[in-house]
Structures are given as structure tokens and as C-alpha cells.
């Protein structure tokens, strides 16, 4: 069970002290922002996007990912096993449930979305980076193994992978750059569990080769979403690109997404910033060794922080527009999932052992080497 407030702990007080960034946050603020993301967390572990909002399996993930480096384990784990409950028959999860106070979550968008569904392969090596806790690891594998199949079931022979299914079984005809880039880091991270288990699965080692290898060298494959500031950054922060190649790819857009003491903008085309783009992006930085700028993107924002609860608004629109609608806040939400991508770069910067290893990527196994045709992947 997790209703209630949180109680006070010397865990919760010591990742506060390492969380906490000079010109960003306190330590009392950042304790403020765990109990908001706790606050949301219903009995049943779901952590919904707020109060009577709803729930996708990917934002919730990241919200538990917050809850571990903040040193609520606990919170965490309950967040796990509620996936674990709401798992398809097929290994997916439904793209949004509802949030419901009896804690009965009935799907209100019933697409398969390979990208939700990959994830839970990082959430899980996150919680037992940080907390070594072997039981969880067992008990959450036939999940992910489940999840894993599901996702790769749906991949291309070029190593993309199409980025959903809906209930009657039909598939997507295209596959998304920042999707695909997100299940890159889950498949290296699901392959480290399968390690770790011992269950070797040299077929995702080949999709894995597979995907990175498409991500990196076959943009041809993606469709093309190139004013979305996601598509410009993730395959950065899902370690698929790392070295010159990453900061090359930062560098090119930065003006594009990158507005001057406000944070990056959602899309290229429209006056509106918000904060987890800004605050993954700031990850992404981290990855690379430009901490400095990751710094940066965090303190300018800060403009979306309610002080009151500690909880960050999704957005902000800082231009008016062509119908004289003045800048404001938009939409009137606060969300679970913007507290948590700042707590895990804040986490990133700190040096927390779990999120580097996740987001840093050393260590993670990269797949097969591949040799690829025009359409075809094929193991070296």
C-alpha cells in the first residue's frame, strides 16, 4: 500500500542532499517535489499524470525511476508490481488508463504502443541498480521477457520498429525516431537482465545490433517528425548516439529548440516551452559531458515550478499568438512525469550510481554487430 503522506527517512533525506543543485533546487525543495510525485501515487502503486488525469505505462515508469533515486524504494516497488498486474496476455500495456480512485484502471486508449511497452525493461534495471534487490529482478522478468517479445514482434528487417498495435492486431505502417530510440536503451537494458537471470537471448542481441545500427546510420527509416525537439535529442539519450556523432546532432537544431533562459521548445514552430523536453534534454547534455548547459536548461526551468506543492507545469507559451492570445501557462496541468525527468537529471548530475548507468550507457550491452542492405539487417 502506498496512500498517505510520505514519512520523513534518512533515505529520503540523504538523496534530498544529493539531489539538490546550487541555483536549481534545495534540498528542502527537492524533498518538496518527491512528496508531490508521491502524493499522486494511488494505493494500488499506479502513479497517474495527475488527479483524475490518466496513466501511461511509460510516465509512470519514469515517475517510479524518480521515486528510487529519491530513496523511496518502496513507492517504487509498488509501481512495479502494478505493471506487472496490468500487463496484456500479448506482453503490452494499453497506452493510457484511467484514474480511477477505487484503483480499478479501465483503459481509455487501447493502442499497444511498442515504446510504452519496451520501457519497463529500464525501470526495472534502474530499481535494481539501486537497491540490488535480486527477488525483483527474478520476479520481474518474465514481464520484461514478455514486454521484450511483444516489441520486437513488431520490428522491420532494417531494424526499425513500427511504434504500435491496436486490439484487433493491426500494426502501424511507420516507425518513430524517438520511439525507436527509447526501446534501444530498453533492449540494452533488457539484455543486462537477461544476463544478470541467466537467459541468454541472442535474438534481441540481434535486434538490438539491428535497431542501433538504423538509428545511427538510416534516418530513411523513421518518418519524419524533424520539428519535434524529441526527435532532435533522444537519439542521444537513449545512447544511441554518443561522440562526435551526439554532439554534432546537438549542435545542428540547438538554436531551432533552444529559447534563452525559458528552456526548449516542444516543437520548432510553435512559442511554447516546456519542462520535460528541457529536462530530458538537459540529460542528454549530461550524457555527453556538457553538464554545464544541462545546468543551465534546469535552472531557466524553473519558471514552471509551483512552490506550493513542488510540482512542475507541463508548459508555457511565451509569445502571443496571431489572435492576440497573451503567453501563459499551457496547458493547466501538472504533471508526474516533468517532476520526475527533473529529479533523474538532477540525479544525472549528481552522479547517482543507477541513472548513470542507465543514461550513461557504459557498461550496457550493445547487440550484434550488424552489416545492412537497403532494407535488410543481417548479423556479421
Avoid at 45 to 63: N, S, T, V, Y
Avoid at 327 to 335: D, F, G, L, N
Amino acid at each position: 500500500m502506498t496512500d498517505g503522506p510520505v514519512t520523513e527517512s534518512g533515505e529520503l533525506a540523504a538523496a534530498a542532499e544529493l539531489l539538490a543543485c546550487e541555483g536549481v533546487l534545495s534540498a528542502e525543495q527537492v524533498r518538496t517535489t518527491v512528496e508531490g510525485i508521491a502524493a499522486l501515487q494511488r494505493p494500488d502503486g499506479a502513479i497517474p499524470w495527475f488527479h483524475g488525469g490518466h496513466l501511461d505505462p511509460w510516465d509512470h515508469i519514469e515517475a517510479a525511476m524518480a521515486l528510487d533515486v529519491a530513496g523511496l524504494p518502496e513507492r517504487a516497488l509498488a509501481a512495479y508490481r502494478w505493471l506487472a498486474a496490468s500487463q496484456n496476455a500479448d506482453g503490452s500495456w494499453y497506452a493510457a488508463y484511467a484514474d480511477a480512485p477505487d484503483g480499478v484502471s479501465e483503459p481509455t486508449n487501447r493502442l499497444c504502443e511498442t515504446n510504452f511497452s519496451a520501457y519497463l525493461a529500464v525501470g526495472v534495471w534502474h530499481h535494481w541498480l539501486a537497491t540490488g534487490d535480486e527477488d525483483f529482478l527474478a520476479r520481474m522478468w518474465p514481464p520484461v521477457r514478455r514486454a521484450m517479445d511483444f516489441v520486437l514482434s513488431l520490428q522491420s528487417p532494417g531494424g526499425e520498429i513500427v511504434w504500435c498495435r491496436d486490439d484487433q492486431g493491426r500494426e502501424a505502417d511507420e516507425a518513430l525516431l524517438t520511439g525507436c530510440s527509447s526501446m534501444y536503451q530498453a533492449l540494452r537494458c533488457a539484455l543486462a537482465i537477461a544476463e544478470r537471470v541467466g537467459s541468454g537471448r541472442p535474438d534481441w542481441e540481434l535486434a538490438c545490433g539491428r535497431l542501433g545500427h538504423a538509428l545511427a546510420a538510416h534516418p530513411e527509416r523513421f518518418a519524419d517528425k524533424g520539428t519535434y525537439s524529441m526527435d532532435w535529442y533522444y537519439p542521444v539519450l537513449g545512447t544511441a548516439l554518443r561522440g562526435m556523432a551526439a554532439e554534432r546532432r546537438i549542435a545542428a537544431d540547438w538554436d531551432a529548440f533552444v529559447v534563452p533562459g525559458l528552456g526548449a521548445r516542444c516543437v520548432s514552430t510553435n512559442p511554447w516551452v516546456t519542462g520535460g523536453e528541457t529536462c530530458e534534454l538537459a540529460l542528454a547534455l549530461w550524457a555527453i559531458g556538457d553538464a554545464e548547459r544541462a545546468r543551465m536548461l534546469l535552472r531557466d526551468i524553473q519558471h514552471l515550478r509551483d512552490d506550493a506543492d513542488g510540482m512542475y507545469w507541463t508548459g508555457r507559451v511565451y509569445e502571443a499568438d496571431d489572435e492576440g492570445h497573451r503567453p501563459a501557462i499551457w496547458p493547466r496541468e501538472k504533471t508526474a512525469w516533468t517532476a520526475g525527468a527533473l529529479l533523474l537529471a538532477l540525479a544525472a548530475l549528481a552522479e547517482e550510481k543507477a541513472t548513470v548507468a542507465v543514461f550513461g550507457g557504459d557498461g550496457l550491452p550493445e547487440g550484434m554487430l550488424v552489416a545492412c542492405s537497403v532494407a535488410e539487417c543481417v548479423a556479421v
